[in-house]
């Protein structure tokens, strides 16, 4: 019969061996292996040799409690969820796996992975339990450094978006919203009110001055829209003839007039599921103002020449550099139509109103047509900018965008400086003709005079300007016209 490989001749040699094996086992272990009873300190019958390198006692000194019980090893906070954890299992007849933290010697702290069963109990005997522990601290070290770390890049990720928000935020409100360039306080309130109406299907009615930039504001308005992925069509009311403005809005059939050759599409149709801006409004003639009613409130029309009824889903902007409340007292403009659009009015304040853009409107525009122009120059002398700050600028951002293109072409070196190109203010001593402000501030305090005082209301003097009442006050504060005590 052929002997196991740990067989001697002598039945008592090979037991000897088989213990000496077990001891070099054990004694080699990289953990502990243990036989405890089944007691309140699971008392220590037999400890292997590697609990000294892991509690730092020696196995004498835990075997039968002689110096420390295991179970006060166990940190405090872990020894009742453990107990349960062994307990369950013991009743189920079944292994347990347990993590844990004990306390060495030397108090530091160590994480053990223990693995344990019961064994069943001879008659007579007290119940015991039989496993192994091994040091898994390095790897809860990398564990717990690792969550550390993912707490850490929540937190920045956290703190990013935070930031991103905020950005995001001041970007939209400085330098967003396509070609608009700002910082002034003025200007934020116009780029809160565009965030705001921005992603609504609202008729938004702009008004400001030649040059201030509404065209720019009504295509921010549309590519922060749900229409965005739609088209902006435009239609200019004050740049195309009364007898042809029908059929570029609503388009004609062929043979509809003289010279109709072919079928043409409008410029609603175009703007079907998109925006429609309708710019310089004030100029719609106003045979064409009842039609433009109609479709706006039912959301349909003809087109020349046709008796096809036609629907279109369009959201309405509309822009003025007319006062259009004083053009519907004059009946010049339908009043039903003016409070259809104007269901929600962003202002554009002049350039005058908002000089603190100066600078950056100027760097920007050399840039722009440095680059297109193929010239190196790159900066401004401070004399210039004095210069375009002191400047009333009558024709706004579009005026200061021609001068700065012309100072591009004419200046030479790689640095804007003053010359012929720069806009030359009146200078009232030497003209005898006195400033556009001068002129205002006798104008204004004329009709204040004339209305004794009264701003608004009917016999108001912004009635008398043909002007709304928060201009005049705005202009009163800005040219320092107080009523007198």
Wanted: hydrophobic content about 35%.
């Amino acid at each position: 019969m052929e002997k196991n490989h740990y067989d001697t001749d002598s039945p008592g040699e090979g037991i000897r061996d088989r213990v000496r094996m077990l001891d070099t086992l054990l004694g080699n272990l990289p953990g502990i292996a243990y036989r405890c009873l089944n007691d309140e300190n699971w008392t220590m019958l037999f400890v292997s040799e590697g609990c000294y390198s892991l509690t730092g006692y020696q196995a004498s000194e835990i075997v039968k409690n002689k110096t420390v019980s295991f179970n006060d090893l166990i940190h405090p906070e872990d020894r009742e969820r453990i107990q349960e954890v062994i307990r369950k299992a013991l009743l189920a007849d079944t292994h347990f796996e347990v993590v844990y933290r004990i306390l060495r010697a030397d108090k530091q702290e160590c994480w053990f992975w223990e693995r344990g069963i019961k064994i069943p109990a001879r008659e007579g005997d007290c119940e015991v339990i039989e496993g192994f522990i091994t040091d898994i601290t390095p790897m809860k070290k990398a564990e717990q450094e690792l969550v550390e770390k993912e707490k850490a890049l929540k937190k920045l990720k956290d703190q990013l978006e935070e930031e991103t928000v905020y950005l995001r935020e001041e970007i939209k409100l400085q330098s967003n919203f396509e070609e608009i360039i700002s910082k002034s306080e003025v200007f934020r309130t116009v780029l809160k009110n565009i965030e705001k109406v921005a992603g609504t299907d609202t008729t938004v009615m702009i008004t400001g001055e030649t040059g201030t930039g509404k065209e720019l504001i009504a295509r921010a308005i549309h590519n922060n829209s749900l229409r965005s992925n739609r088209s902006l069509v435009t239609v200019n009311c004050a740049a195309l003839p009364s007898e042809i403005i029908e059929s570029e809005l609503f388009g004609h059939v062929k043979g509809a007039f003289t010279g109709a050759y072919i079928h043409k599409t409008g410029r609603f149709e175009l703007a079907h599921q998109g925006t429609l801006f309708l710019d310089e409004i004030g100029d719609l003639p106003l045979e064409l103002q009842t039609k433009l009613l109609r479709v706006i409130q039912e959301g349909e029309f003809q087109r020349l020449g046709d008796s096809t009824t036609r629907k279109v889903d369009v959201r309405i902007l509309a822009a003025t550099n007319r006062n259009l409340e004083a053009a519907v007292e004059k009946g010049a403009f339908r009043q039903d139509l003016y409070y259809r659009l104007n269901v929600f009015p962003i202002h554009v304040p002049p350039l005058r109103e908002r000089k603190e853009d100066i600078p950056l409107l100027t760097r920007y525009f050399l840039r722009k047509y440095a680059a297109k122009t193929g010239r190196s120059i790159r900066e401004v002398s401070q004399k210039v900018m004095d210069r375009l700050l002191e400047y009333e600028w009558p024709g706004n951002i579009r005026e200061l965008e021609n001068i700065i293109e012309r100072a591009v072409v004419v200046c030479e070196g790689n640095k804007l400086t003053t010359g012929s190109w720069m806009p030359q203010p009146f200078n009232a001593a030497e003209s005898g003709i006195p400033t556009l402000k001068e002129n205002e501030r006798a104008l204004i305090l004329r009709a204040l005079e004339k209305t004794n005082w009264k701003v608004s209301g009917e016999n108001g003097a912004a009635r008398l300007l043909d002007i709304k009442r928060t201009t005049l006050e705005a202009r009163m504060q800005k040219l320092g016209i107080y009523r007198p005590k």
